[in-house]
């Protein structure tokens, strides 16, 4: 069975330049999440999806990030215009849980953004 | 933010010791979860303890939870040199979120 897949691996852009983050989850899983990852910390949760819906984009900075899961399956996280800070490692996973679990996660290897 | 906090964040160990790191937090929790990290990579799984429980295992791995200290503890034993990554705790709270720490990196030297 195929992992979470996440393209591209690397994208080095510059700043105000916009770019986008693709990710296909486990097929049959139901959430999906977006996190960031700077350097030397643990990843932060940028959305999370339940099917289609967006059921926590708190953290999600929405003047520039913008993330979509049409047909509940693969998704993109983009960000318009890209920013020095940006810089960091974009991370998919899934999971099998329903609403009211939160059970283990499977990750993606996810994207290295550099922002020059 | 991150509610779980590591420590220590970095360890250097020898081939076939044991390696412990903790985990505290600072919210109630429905379960609570330690990641591995390769360098490069995604993170993987490792093994989820709920709130109920106080101890689990898994091959090498031990898992202690104590909800009165908010903290847990991870113990590899027998480490390898394959063990070497980031190790991350993450905790399940309220509204389903999972949140993770800002890690241990652990060195096992061969």
């Known amino acids: 069975e195929a992992g979470v897949v996440q393209s591209p691996r690397y994208k080095i852009i510059e700043k105000k330049q916009p770019v986008a983050f693709w990710c296909n989850p486990i097929s049959g899983h139901n959430t999906l999440y977006w996190y960031r990852q700077n350097l030397g910390q643990g990843p932060e949760l940028l959305i999370r999806y339940e099917n289609e819906e967006a059921v926590d984009d708190s953290q999600l900075p929405k003047d520039r990030f913008s993330a979509e899961r049409l047909k509940g399956v693969d998704s993109t996280l983009k960000i318009q215009p890209a920013e020095l800070g940006d810089s960091a490692v974009y991370l998919c996973?899934?999971?099998?849980?329903?609403?009211?679990?939160?059970?283990?996660?499977?990750f993606g290897s996810g994207t290295q953004l550099s922002v020059l | 933010s991150q509610q779980g906090e590591e420590d220590p964040q970095a360890l250097s160990i020898q081939e076939g010791e044991n390696a412990t790191m903790n985990c505290s937090y600072k919210?109630?929790?429905?379960?609570l979860q330690w990641y591995r990290q390769n360098s490069g990579r995604g993170l993987v799984h490792l093994i989820l303890?709920?709130?109920?429980?106080r101890e689990k295992h898994s091959g090498r791995l031990r898992v202690t939870l104590d909800t009165s200290k908010k903290s847990s503890s991870l113990l590899i034993t027998a480490s390898r040199a394959a063990d070497t990554a980031s190790y991350f705790c993450?905790?399940?709270?309220?509204?389903?979120?999972?949140?993770f720490g800002g890690g241990t990196r652990v060195l096992v030297k061969p």
């Open positions: 993450a905790t399940s709270s309220a509204g389903n979120k999972l949140t």
């Open positions: 996973a899934s999971s099998s849980g329903t609403r009211g679990t939160n059970e283990k996660l499977f």
């Open positions: 919210t109630s929790i429905n379960n």
């Open positions: 303890i709920r709130s109920n429980e």
